[in-house]
């Protein structure tokens, strides 16, 4: 699987060829893509994306805790990483970072 247009706030995620067991190589033409967009009265925003599964989870393959950098980064910092996603499963998280008062959402 690959990623392209992460830098732009929208990632497409595509296979690259066919995954089932052939002598043939097929091409995909098909895409899935993720965007986040971040409204509040009248701002708008398009989050950052991060597509690095290592950058969450480090090498627990389990992915069911963050680890390494995601918990211990500035979010701004670590969507500013070098992000590798060629030849593995690539995911997709989306953030902001917030400063609220007592009794304040972010809706």
């Known amino acids: 699987m690959d990623v392209f247009n992460r830098e732009a706030g929208h990632p497409f995620y595509r296979v690259r060829?066919?995954?089932?067991?052939?002598?043939?190589w097929k091409g995909l033409a098909a895409r899935t893509f993720l965007s986040c967009i971040y409204r509040k009265e009248k701002m708008r925003a398009v989050l950052p994306a991060i597509t690095d599964p290592g950058l969450v989870f480090g090498q627990d393959t389990s992915l069911s805790r963050p680890r390494r950098l995601f918990c211990k980064k500035?979010?701004?910092?670590?969507v500013q990483r070098r992000q590798n996603t060629a030849g593995k499963t690539p995911c997709g998280f989306f953030g902001s970072a917030l400063r609220l008062s007592p009794g304040e959402n972010a809706d």
């Open 17 to 24: 060829s066919s995954i089932e067991d052939s002598p043939r």
């Open 74 to 78: 500035d979010l701004g910092k670590l």
